[in-house]
């Protein structure tokens, strides 16, 4: 990667022009009244386009994706993004639909909801799904409403809260919250499961649902689920399935078996669509048949959820098809076992138990402290990784081990990409016990070293 | 080690209380403000805003964290340190010196409840 | 079974399970319990071929009808330059993440700060975040924005000249939230100061939303709205077209607090609804309130200037059930989408978009009305590149004859209107056709 400094506007030039567009054939229209009308013109760049074209090149050249290298990003699921799927969403008969053309005007698209509805369910064991949510914590928001829209329509307004593990991801409490539900933490035992024994002590007709994932955030699975299903609907709840790690379970276990009511997927952690960089994403919400009776009270988006992206799953779903789904969960789940068991001598491993898709370490066996020098903290661990052309793992997430490393390497990298990361993170171990400071100061070899995020946060300079 | 200062009332999620007839000066201990590493904001109320013991009026940010204020009195906000908007990282430098919010008390008797110095000594057990 | 995703070779599988110390893939599932595990086989379709999957889509696209869209209504037919998906799909720009480790990310950080300053100029105001997923949604989080900025106030007014799915997701957004909203009766087919004026006297108001161009096309006048707003103790949040703002007055000239609304005009393609890109600025005083991921400028320790995500303390992952809002995963990568546009177009390039298609749709609005098939709804009030009109015969009727000849126009509207929008897409041989279409009914 190399360092390259240029932003847009300081390839301006007044009268360079970028653009194409015809000659204006139509008579001049009355014009605005002028109070009307801006009163400058924005100060937008006039770039030429081959100025503009080497300027994003270049941009792209100090950027990392998962087509660069492996991206263990524990809980983002960073899978191949199939280029198929990009052929097949940028096809004119669907890039030219209007979302306001009756359903007759565009049977495709609605062929593709109607199919990939019937998939998703299928896969899930849902009864069926919307697909208006943008993002995966968009869809949390949806299932939230379609949950005391359910207590709603029963008649019941005391359903108040919803119970959120305290290793959720912080998109669940803010969920939550955004949608008026009080939430109520309950604690992991020292195995990183969910305490079934604390759960029933919260567990009264105040409580619209619980809100989890299973696979955990630590990737463990939750055993007792059947428990906590039978408590949960016992009181009269209803259980929230945060789909963000449905990766292992492709093809061997379904939320709606495990007696989830409503759920979401993250199209672009699961289903192989591209993260660009943070979005668009697509969150489609699946829920039971009674639960489903809610829906014509919900809008969440302008019109019918990011199409473009729904269409590259479908894509997908159609090469993985029936034969290979259970091979990438089960894929998943070997890769990051076997990376576990490679370098637990050399990480903190808290919990020794069988994982996922994913797991934690809890920082460095020997990191490396001595006289004044601190020793290396999972953040150098993460910075050192950058040097040897590797994206770091989540780092000081969930929030219950100090140290959090959460490494998830899926399905779709060889066993040559995870040795080598191995005998990578051997040597930062070692690198790390004999000279923290090399850490510390890392990364050397990017376009940057680290920046000054206090300064940034402090005297926030946040545009040109 | 931290500094504490003798004369100060603490809380137990380590705000200080300095008494001046009916007004508690409200800040947070150097224990605190190391926990939050580099101070970048300091979210406070207003003049006027009511504030209860043990409920939270406003937090700390760092870059990485988040951390609530817990009033440790309850009565009326009479002043804030508007000087912490433009330079939060004084509650850094000196804890002690950079008071947050100034309440007048409705309960007096809550100062009770808080712990002296040498109590909170005990409390951050460093 | 191989896959061309999937790498492992039965050997590969054989030392990995050796290596974890069970013997099968099933062992590792040994802590599910049998009761959750699915019986028999997914009724799924059989895995296909590329090819197959070619085909299969193109019978699909097949299906889509291929119509001239005349419509707008929140989405737009504007033209998309030939270099913009070319870049997009740079594989360092659509594989990367979020931009969490800044040192190999600087690509996305920096088109981000792009984008960010280029909101701040169209819509004249201080801040804005790094984008949201659609308008409606970024317009649903300024009016919870408006209840946490505005103390003891819990009441957002709503003007009925916003678009229909604006309100609605508003409405949805608020009734969970615990927002009151209050939709406040148009005047004239423009928003009323002396109806908003009214319910502003309650005391109880924290927020009003206005549109810039509303769902009738009017280009608002929004004289008086920021004064009696402001003297009211609340707050005006404008919800633009960004391609318009490069001629009409801005959110920051008409004094408001928060603009937003959606990118798509910039650029993105129709694609049935998504993906697009919402926007959201604010005047600095709101810059802690205001959701979504912030880039700020700052410098490596070598004094490079660096670029990294900022005010994380106001998200979710720090604040959790803190947070204002839930918003993780944005519309990035359409982000770039818009500040590629943006940096061809230019302010000379915008203008002309809006010239032409302005002019374009004047030129269809004296067409139709010549046609003698239509009443002008609100005459004299200006418009830009959209415009409805009271049809004289039966609006389906007319929108199927308009079908039949190849378009996409004449939508009718809750009132009763038809609605028609005209961008630099559509030549003048096109429009001639149009209104030859509407005489032969």
Request: hydrophobic share 30%; aromatic share 0%.
């Given at each position: 990667m190399k360092y390259y400094d240029k932003l847009i506007f300081e390839l301006s030039k007044e009268g360079r022009k970028g653009y194409s567009l015809p000659v204006n054939r139509f008579p001049a229209a009355p014009e605005l009244p002028l109070q009307l009308r801006r009163a400058a013109s924005p100060r937008l760049p006039e770039v030429s386009e081959p100025e503009v074209v080497r300027h994003y090149n270049n941009l792209s050249q100090m950027n990392f994706g998962v087509d660069t290298g492996f991206y263990p990003l524990g809980s983002c699921t960073m899978k191949y993004n199939p280029k198929i799927n990009e052929e097949v969403a940028a096809l004119p008969g669907f890039a030219g639909l209007h979302p306001l053309m009756p359903a007759h005007l565009t049977q495709g698209a609605c062929k593709v909801y109607e199919q990939m509805n019937k998939a998703l369910s299928e896969i899930t064991g849902m009864h069926t799904f919307t697909f208006d949510p943008c993002a995966g914590a968009h869809g949390e928001l949806t299932g939230l409403m379609l949950m005391r829209t359910y207590h709603m329509n029963r008649g019941d307004q005391g359903r108040t809260k919803v119970i959120v593990p305290?290793?959720?991801?912080?998109t669940n409490p803010a969920s939550a919250a955004v949608c008026g539900l009080e939430v109520v933490e309950v604690k992991s035992l020292e195995n990183g499961r969910i305490d079934v024994e604390a759960l029933k002590s919260l567990l009264d007709q105040s409580v619209a649902g619980i809100m989890m994932t299973n696979p955990n955030t630590l990737g463990l699975f939750e055993t007792q689920i059947l428990e906590i299903a039978q408590l949960v609907h016992g009181v009269g709840g209803l259980l929230y399935y945060?789909?963000?790690?449905?990766n292992p379970m492709l093809g061997v276990v379904r939320p709606g078996d495990m007696g989830f009511d409503i759920m979401h997927l993250n199209l672009h952690k699961t289903f192989s669509t591209p993260h660009g960089g943070g979005g668009p994403g697509s969150g489609p919400v699946g829920m039971t048949e009674e639960v489903a009776k809610g829906l014509p009270q919900i809008k969440v988006s302008g019109f019918h959820g990011n199409f473009g992206v729904i269409l590259r799953a479908y894509a997908y779903i159609l090469s993985i098809g029936r034969q290979h789904l259970r091979e990438v969960g089960q894929y998943s789940v070997l890769s990051a076992n076997y990376i576990k068991e490679c370098l637990k001598d050399v990480y903190k491993l808290p919990i020794a138990d069988v994982c996922k898709h994913e797991f934690v370490f809890d920082g460095l066996v020997n990191d490396g402290a001595h006289d004044d020098i601190p020793g290396a903290t999972t953040l150098d661990v993460a910075k050192r990784l950058l040097d040897y052309g590797y994206h770091a793992p989540t780092i000081y997430f969930p929030l219950l081990f100090h140290q959090a490393l959460m490494i998830e390497p899926t399905e779709t990298e060889s066993k040559e990409t995870i040795d080598a990361f191995i005998a990578v993170m051997r040597l930062i171990a070692q690198e790390a016990a004999q000279d923290p400071m090399l850490l510390h100061n890392a990364p050397h070899n990017a376009p940057i070293s680290r920046p000054d995020e206090t300064a940034a946060a402090r005297n926030p300079i946040l545009k040109y | 080690m931290s500094k504490i200062i003798e004369g100060l009332k603490y809380s137990e999620s380590h705000e200080w209380v300095k008494v001046e007839g009916n007004v508690a000066i409200v800040g947070v201990s150097d224990f605190a403000q190391k926990e939050m590493g580099d101070i970048t904001y300091v979210d406070m109320p207003e003049e006027g805003d009511d504030v209860l013991a043990g409920e939270e009026f406003g937090a700390l940010e760092s870059v990485k964290a988040a951390s609530d204020l817990i009033s440790p009195v309850s009565g009326t906000v009479v002043a804030v340190n508007s000087a912490l908007e433009d330079t939060p990282e004084a509650i850094n430098e000196d804890a002690y010196a950079n008071w947050i919010i100034k309440v007048e008390m409705s309960q007096p008797e809550e100062l009770d409840a808080l712990l002296d110095a040498a109590a909170y000594k005990a409390l951050i057990k460093e | 079974m191989p896959h061309p995703y999937l790498p492992h070779t039965q050997a590969d599988i054989q030392a990995m399970l050796e290596k974890i110390g069970v013997k099968t893939l099933d062992d590792l599932y040994a802590d599910v319990p049998q009761a959750c595990r699915k019986k028999g086989a997914y009724a799924l379709p059989d895995a296909m071929s590329e090819q197959e999957i070619r085909d299969c889509f193109a019978a699909l696209d097949a299906m889509n009808a291929r119509l001239k869209v005349f419509v707008g209504q929140g989405a737009y037919d504007h033209y998309t330059p030939s270099v913009i998906p070319y870049l997009t799909q740079r594989s360092e720009f659509i594989t990367a993440y979020t931009p969490y480790q800044c040192e190999i990310s600087q690509g996305t950080l920096r088109y981000i700060f792009e984008y960010q300053s280029l909101i701040c100029e169209l819509t004249g105001l201080d801040v804005a975040n790094a984008s949201m997923y659609d308008g409606p949604t970024a317009a649903a989080e300024a009016v919870m924005m408006c209840t946490e900025c505005v103390r003891k106030r819990n009441r957002v007014l709503l003007s009925a000249t916003l678009l229909p799915h604006v309100l609605q997701v508003i409405q949805t957004y608020a009734k969970f939230h615990g927002v009151d909203i209050t939709v406040v009766p148009a005047q004239d087919g423009q928003s009323s100061l002396g109806a908003i004026r009214a319910e502003l006297s309650k005391e109880d108001v924290a927020g009003v939303v206005v549109p810039s161009l509303n769902r009738y096309g009017i280009v608002e006048d929004l004289t008086g709205f920021a004064d009696t707003i402001h003297t009211a103790k609340a707050l005006l949040v404008q919800y633009c077209d960004p391609s318009a703002l490069a001629v009409v007055k801005t959110p920051g000239e008409w004094g408001a607090d928060i603009a937003v609304g959606d990118g798509q005009p910039l650029g993105l393609p129709l694609c049935y609804g998504g993906p697009y890109v919402g926007f959201m600025a604010v005047k600095k005083d709101y810059m802690r309130k205001m959701p979504g991921r912030i880039v700020g400028q700052t410098a490596d320790k070598e004094g490079r200037r660096a670029f990294v995500l900022t005010l994380q303390a106001r998200e979710q992952h720090i604040k959790r059930e803190k947070a204002t809002s839930n918003i993780c995963s944005n519309e990035s990568l359409m982000a770039l989408w818009v500040i590629i546009y943006l940096s061809l177009m230019g302010p000379e390039g915008l203008a002309e978009v809006n010239r032409i298609s302005a002019d374009g749709a004047h030129y269809l609005h004296d067409e139709l009305l010549k046609t003698g098939k239509f009443q002008e709804v609100f005459p004299g009030k200006p418009f830009l590149k959209e415009f409805v009109l009271k049809p004289l015969e039966e609006a389906i009727a007319l929108q199927h004859r308009l079908e039949a000849a190849g378009f996409f126009a004449a939508l009718p509207t809750p009132e009763g209107y038809v609605s028609f929008c005209v961008t630099e897409k559509r030549s003048k041989e096109e429009i001639d056709q149009l209104v030859a279409a509407v005489k032969e009914g």
């Open positions: 305290d290793s959720a991801h912080g945060d789909g963000a790690n449905m | - | -």
